[in-house]
């Protein structure tokens, strides 16, 4: 007898409880909704490597170019040299959108696209106007470098403001060009104010205080845009705002 009653206790505990629903709660879920996962043919997965491999081979040489022909560059081969880099990142682009996830659920609306997405306008169109008559650079190498930071910035923002899957590709591709772009100006700007603090004493010195202040503002003013929208690009709300989550 007690054995018995034992074993009905064990099975009145093992029994779970329906899911009781109280006034101004949602409706309880058992089960969880199924997820939908993409298929992609062949084809479309034979064309989306080629074009990510050829756009990848196409900024590492144009990069690599730009590097190595510092003293040779001319307004002909630095426009040839920004041709090639954006059009190796629309070639990546292109291909990730192509193997990308597609979100099932229709794309959330966001305020904060917009508002990197006109931050990013306004900041390009200063750059360039900065860099057209506050400082000006004659040197091709150099110029060309400073010029990739308002081109990349102008690619950040439109892919933000475009939306969808191809325009999260852009704005993450865009901003982390800005951030390249940033982290070796800082590198060139760190090593010239080290010779000039090593080789012209005091007044090395003191150029090389000015250019860690020219560094710090450099960080705020540039790359702080992009790492807080790639950083909201990224997270599972801003990819689900451009469909990209699953």
């Given at each position: 007898?007690?054995?018995?009653?034992?074993?009905?206790?064990?099975?009145?505990?093992?029994?779970?409880?329906?899911?009781?629903?109280?006034?101004g709660?949602p409706?309880?879920?058992?089960l969880?909704?199924?997820?939908?996962?993409?298929?992609?043919?062949?084809?479309?997965?034979?064309q989306?490597?080629?074009?990510?491999?050829g756009?990848?081979?196409?900024?590492?040489?144009?990069?690599?170019?730009?590097?190595?022909?510092?003293?040779?560059?001319?307004?002909?081969?630095?426009?040839?040299?920004?041709?090639?880099?954006?059009?190796?990142?629309?070639?990546?682009?292109?291909?990730?959108?192509?193997?990308?996830?597609?979100?099932?659920?229709?794309?959330?609306?966001?305020?904060?696209?917009?508002?990197?997405?006109?931050?990013?306008?306004?900041?390009?169109?200063?750059?360039v106007?900065?860099?057209?008559?506050?400082?000006?650079?004659?040197?091709?190498?150099?110029?060309?470098?400073?010029?990739c930071?308002?081109?990349?910035?102008f690619?950040?923002?439109l892919?933000?403001?475009?939306?969808?899957?191809?325009?999260?590709?852009?704005?993450?591709?865009?901003?982390?060009g800005?951030?390249?772009?940033?982290?070796?100006?800082i590198?060139r700007?760190?090593?010239?104010?080290?010779?000039?603090?090593g080789?012209?004493?005091a007044?090395?010195?003191?150029?090389?205080?000015f250019?860690?202040?020219?560094?710090?503002?450099?960080?705020?003013?540039?790359?702080?845009?992009?790492?807080c929208?790639?950083k909201?690009?990224?997270?599972?709300?801003?990819?689900?705002?451009?469909?990209?989550?699953r």
């Amino acid at each position: 007898m007690l054995a018995n009653l034992m074993a009905r206790g064990s099975k009145s505990k093992s029994r779970p409880r329906p899911a009781v629903n109280k006034p101004g709660l949602p409706v309880a879920r058992t089960l969880q909704e199924p997820t939908v996962r993409r298929v992609i043919d062949r084809t479309t997965r034979r064309q989306a490597v080629v074009e990510i491999v050829g756009g990848s081979v196409l900024l590492v040489g144009a990069v690599m170019y730009g590097a190595l022909a510092v003293d040779q560059l001319t307004m002909n081969t630095g426009a040839l040299a920004f041709g090639t880099t954006l059009l190796g990142l629309l070639g990546i682009a292109i291909g990730a959108w192509r193997l990308g996830p597609r979100s099932e659920p229709a794309a959330r609306s966001d305020p904060r696209r917009w508002i990197y997405g006109v931050l990013g306008l306004a900041f390009a169109l200063v750059y360039v106007l900065c860099l057209v008559y506050v400082m000006p650079n004659r040197l091709p190498g150099a110029a060309l470098h400073l010029w990739c930071i308002p081109v990349f910035t102008f690619v950040m923002a439109l892919g933000t403001l475009a939306g969808g899957r191809l325009g999260w590709w852009f704005g993450v591709l865009g901003g982390s060009g800005v951030l390249l772009a940033t982290t070796f100006a800082i590198v060139r700007i760190l090593a010239s104010a080290a010779f000039l603090a090593g080789v012209y004493g005091a007044f090395g010195k003191a150029a090389s205080t000015f250019a860690v202040v020219a560094v710090a503002l450099m960080v705020e003013a540039v790359a702080l845009v992009p790492i807080c929208l790639i950083k909201w690009l990224m997270s599972r709300t801003g990819r689900r705002t451009y469909g990209v989550a699953r």
